[in-house]
């Protein structure tokens, strides 16, 4: 019952660096996306997709990519690592219903720039 | 742009308090979450609340939402220590069914 995978679960890159979080559903969620998470805040949307090859920005999307080529995986790409991006990413997938949209969050990436 | 504010921000209280804790939110909308979240780890779905009077109660947490007023409660109590966490309030946005925008979180410490 893997849920929502992240990896990697740490890592520590330099000023101009460029690396990918990865992401993987396994329950076939239309809805995925991306958020961060910095101290004394909530989280902030970065992208997010409601499907196969269909992605959108959120409130913070300056400085990352993302794509979606299946409906598993939502990877999300720093091209050129700034301390500013020093934060905890969380990968979430949802589905909507008449319950409204269940949130499934991963377990986060903490993520230092230096 | 949707904004929501918690308060109070950090809360310390003893067991067997009753204390609550607010949401505010800027713009119309009927999607309202609240999440747990312990140090370290990710976020767990505690409430989904879904339409204007709407009330839901696990254990020792209520939460109601009163869309007319753009207001959210999240009420403990008897407080234990088992409750300690961040907790956090999102709002879905009415224009989009996908967006949701948080809150900063309540630090909640419950003292023995």
């Known amino acids: 019952n893997a849920g929502v995978t992240q990896t990697p679960k740490f890592q520590v890159l330099k000023t101009g660096q460029s690396m990918t979080l990865q992401c993987a559903q396994d329950?076939?969620?239309?809805?995925m996306s991306w958020y961060r998470q910095d101290p004394g805040m909530g989280l902030r949307l970065i992208h997010y997709?409601?499907?196969?090859?269909?992605?959108d920005q959120g409130e913070v999307p300056n400085g990352y990519n993302v794509s979606r080529s299946t409906t598993e995986d939502f990877p999300l790409r720093l091209l050129s690592a700034a301390p500013s991006q020093t934060s905890v990413y969380f990968c979430?997938?949802?589905?909507?219903?008449?319950?409204?949209?269940?949130?499934?969050f991963g377990e986060g990436s903490w993520l230092t720039v230096v | 742009e949707l904004k929501v504010e918690q308060n109070p921000l950090f809360l310390s209280m003893q067991e067997g308090k009753n204390y609550t804790i607010y949401c505010n939110y800027s713009?119309?909308?009927?999607?309202l979450y609240w999440y747990r979240q312990d140090p370290g780890k990710s976020l767990e779905s505690l409430f989904v609340?879904?339409?204007?009077?709407a009330v839901k109660q696990e254990g020792r947490l209520m939460a109601s939402l009163d869309t007319k007023a753009r207001l959210s409660t999240l009420h403990i109590t008897a407080a234990v220590h088992d409750l300690s966490a961040t907790y956090f309030c999102?709002?879905?946005?009415?224009?989009?069914?996908?967006?949701?925008?948080f809150g900063s979180g309540t630090k909640l410490n419950v003292k023995p």
């Open positions: 979430a997938s949802s589905y909507s219903s008449r319950d409204g949209n269940t949130i499934y």
């Open positions: 329950m076939n969620h239309e809805y």
């Open positions: 997709s409601v499907g196969a090859g269909i992605t």
């Open positions: 713009t119309t909308s009927d999607r």
């Open positions: 609340l879904l339409s204007n009077g």
């Open positions: 999102a709002v879905g946005a009415s224009y989009n069914f996908n967006k949701f925008y």
